[in-house]
């Protein structure tokens, strides 16, 4: 019996879910669409099996297949990432929080000194927030970005570091639309003895594909969520220098999780795969390509960008001269099926749920098979909805129109 003859009220919400996802232009920069593949992984019979433990030392019996399944996604990762052979994978984080907790919980202690990005600046919650486990574990102090350029200053980063001397240093970002220099972030970490540890979960593709600067040369510890440019199930993996691997898979299991989700993992394997290939290379430039156009395109139409533009997936909109809140920006465009994310800007004066910008990113709408000159008209629509609200039906419905030369994977 299907979905839609035995519970026909769920199938319907997720019918509706995806004719929603089909018709508007999905500019979060942490959303994306995987393929058919990594859905058909996701959604296989490997839901019923239990696998606490690691391949080849499980708790439970029956996990030979499993063991080879899971096996197959660490090999892909370390292919995907170009690892070294001193490397170690886990593909067992159930996603980005967990993951980054288990760092902290198998290489730090309670209270131990750490150095992350300021929430405010662009780092996650993970990094310290102090509502988040993280700030409450540990003690984080935080970097920030230049008032000038709104670009990290790793002089004052490094001064910060000499004057703390944090037992780790992160770097990592969900709201820094810059590349990041790792090698000047490992000096920094190895003058002050500091382990070097970098969250790639937004860049994480990018990085892969070799269109962003790598961490794995320089840094001890290097996490990423398998979603967002990378194209994969929501999940998380932990990448680490061998001598971290056995106190960061004691961390993971049994010291924060039991079970593996091995049916995502399973589908982890089918993205790292397709990582691996030409055509995700070729795609993964085409989101920075469009980043930029759609970057250009919006200053043109005189909106301001933190620190100017944009050298990753993403780019945020300071709506300080346009006399409207992140919020009300987000809902507009919502309403107007352009799907974005409030976000605070460096040195904000609003209050977080209704910060003073945007957060766009490029990474569906380039899988989607967008272009440059398709940013220009994106471009067009944001600033036609944000200057003059009336015009949002209208957009909507020329949006839906749009959508429909550009088939989105899995749906």
């Known amino acids: 019996m299907s979905l839609k003859q035995n519970d026909s009220e769920l199938h319907s919400l997720i019918l509706q879910e995806r004719k929603r996802q089909a018709d508007v232009l999905e500019l979060i920069a942490s959303e994306n669409y995987v393929s058919d593949e990594v859905l058909e992984a996701l959604g296989s019979v490997l839901t019923n099996k239990y696998a606490e433990g690691y391949p080849h030392k499980r708790y439970y019996a029956g996990n030979e297949i499993v063991d080879q399944i899971e096996d197959l996604a660490i090999a892909r990762t370390k292919a995907a990432f170009h690892l070294p052979d001193d490397w170690h994978v886990n593909v067992q984080p159930y996603s980005g ?9 198998a290489l730090l202690s309670p209270g131990d000194t750490v150095m992350a990005m300021n929430l ?16 409450k574990q540990y003690k984080f102090v935080h ?3 230049s008032p000038k350029s709104h670009k990290l200053d790793y002089e004052e980063i490094a001064k910060m570091a000499d004057k703390v001397r944090p037992k780790l240093i992160l770097s990592g970002f969900t709201a820094y639309p810059r ?8 000096e920094i970490a190895q003058d002050v003895n500091a382990v070097s540890m970098a969250d790639i979960s937004h860049i994480g593709g990018l990085v892969a594909a070799g269109v962003h600067a790598s961490p794995i040369p320089f840094f001890d510890v290097v996490t990423t969520t398998t979603h967002k440019t990378l194209r994969g199930p929501r999940g998380g993996l932990i990448m680490c220098k061998e001598k971290h691997a056995v ?13 593996p989700h091995e ?3 399973a589908s982890m394997a089918v993205a790292m795969k397709e990582v691996n290939t030409a055509a995700f290379r070729k795609y993964a430039e085409q989101v920075v390509k469009n980043s ?6 919006l200053m043109d139409f005189g909106f301001k960008l933190v620190s100017g533009g944009s050298d990753n997936h993403m780019l945020i909109m300071d709506l300080t001269n346009k006399n409207i809140g992140g919020k009300q920006a987000q809902d507009l465009l919502d309403s107007a099926g352009i799907v ?20 766009i990113g490029t990474p569906a709408v380039t899988s989607r098979g967008m272009k440059e000159k398709d940013m220009s008209k994106i471009a067009s629509w944001i600033t036609a909805v944000i200057t003059e609200p009336l015009v949002a039906p209208k957009v909507k419905d020329e949006i839906k129109k749009f959508t429909k030369n550009f088939p989105a994977p899995g749906l």
Do not use: C
């Not at 929080?97 to 919980?105: G, R």
């Not at 919650?125 to 988040?132: A, K, Q, W, Y």
């Open 179 to 186: 590349e990041i220099d790792f090698k000047r972030f490992k």
């Open 97 to 105: 929080s967990p993951m980054n907790l288990e760092v902290y919980a």
């Open 340 to 359: 974005t994310n409030r976000s605070m800007i460096p040195f904000d004066t609003r209050k977080p749920w209704d910060p003073s910008g945007i957060r």
């Open 143 to 145: 970097y920030g970005v």
């Open 247 to 259: 106190a960061i898979d004691k961390a993971v299991f049994p010291g924060m999780q039991g079970g």
């Open 263 to 265: 049916n995502a993992i």
């Open 120 to 135: 405010d600046h662009g780092g996650h919650l993970t990094h310290g927030s102090p509502v988040n486990f993280s700030g």
């Open 292 to 297: 930029k156009a759609l970057a250009k395109s």
